[in-house]
């Protein structure tokens, strides 16, 4: 019963939108409730026309603003020839303090057909231009359809006046939360101890490396001079005169580790006593000779063939390197 209540509803409607000229038109509306702001809504209007009748759809609707709450988003439309259905979304900016009833307004539809103008023509030749009084235009009521305003009813998003409660968590405003203190000690005891291993760490890097204050300790000799001789490549002393100055930071820093004057004959003394520097043995005698040419036959240009100026540099870094894995 109920369904056949609904079919004869459907049948009237339909009745009631369709014309002696065979033009209906349909809609589906949304539901009537339940928007709150910022929600969209759709109609779906569905014509259906006879052959020969043409619905405008250039005259229809156009997207954009259709009050200061209300936007029309989208016209969509499908279909052609006899039925055309157009889909109409609609977007809510409305701020509701209170379930409020508004209208969504409705708009005309047009429509073009074959025996139009003439009809017109013929009832203005009929009346001399001028039409009778209370009579109806039938063409002119055959062109055009009215969709009508929807009514729907827009929520407020949350309630004005809240109810009173003696639970202070339902109040709506609650007062702010204390803030409460936060114990750093664990935190100051790990930063404490990071800082702490890491100067134990930089104690030893500088130690091993004889950095300061460890670079003048009387067991790294030979890192010392590699500083100086370093600090010497950069002064403007002639070259000769360099290069003698070289050798003997160089001899220094032997005699020192050897605890007396090393001279060319104590070399192999000198590295059977010390194993560290074995492997050295090459370039040791080579700077020994070197010297030799440099301060007792004054032939330094032959001595710089055997030991160019960098490379007495060059083995006092290889000696000091050497030192250092022996500590």
Do not use: C
Request: net charge neutral; hydrophobic share 40%; charged share 25%.
């Amino acid at each position: 019963m109920r369904q056949f209540a609904l079919s004869l509803l459907i049948a009237l409607v339909w009745a009631s939108n369709a014309g002696a000229d065979g033009i209906s038109v349909t809609v589906n509306e949304p539901r009537g409730f339940g928007y709150f702001l910022g929600d969209t809504l759709a109609r779906e209007v569905i014509v259906d026309v006879p052959a020969g009748v043409r619905l405008r759809t250039e005259a229809l609707p156009q997207p954009g603003s259709r009050d200061y709450w209300l936007d029309l988003t989208d016209v969509h439309v499908v279909g052609s020839g006899h039925e055309t259905r157009i889909k109409l979304t609609y977007q809510i900016f409305y701020s509701a303090l209170e379930p409020k009833l508004v209208h969504i307004p409705g708009f005309k539809l047009y429509f073009d057909g074959p025996d139009t103008s003439a009809t017109e023509q013929q009832e203005a030749n009929k009346n001399n231009g001028e039409k009778p009084a209370g009579e109806k235009d039938h063409a002119e009521e055959r062109a055009t359809r009215s969709v009508p305003p929807l009514d729907v009813i827009v929520s407020p998003l949350r309630e004005i006046i809240p109810e009173k409660s003696n639970d202070p968590a339902a109040a709506p405003l609650r007062p702010d939360a204390t803030a409460g203190l936060l114990g750093t000690g664990q935190a100051r005891t790990g930063l404490l101890a990071s800082l702490l291993a890491g100067l134990a760490a930089l104690t030893a890097l500088a130690y091993h490396y004889a950095w300061f204050p460890f670079g003048a300790r009387r067991s790294r000799p030979f890192t010392r001079a590699a500083r100086q001789l370093n600090a010497l490549s950069k002064s403007d002393e002639g070259d000769v005169e360099r290069y003698k100055h070289e050798l003997l930071i160089l001899h220094r820093a032997f005699d020192e580790v050897y605890g007396r004057r090393l001279l060319s004959s104590d070399v192999g003394d000198f590295l059977r006593s010390r194993h560290e520097f074995i492997e050295l043995a090459g370039s040791v005698n080579r700077f020994f000779e070197a010297s030799r040419l440099t301060f007792f036959s004054g032939k330094p240009s032959a001595a710089q063939k055997i030991l160019p100026p960098d490379s007495v540099t060059g083995l006092a870094y290889e000696l000091a390197l050497h030192e250092r894995r022996a500590a």
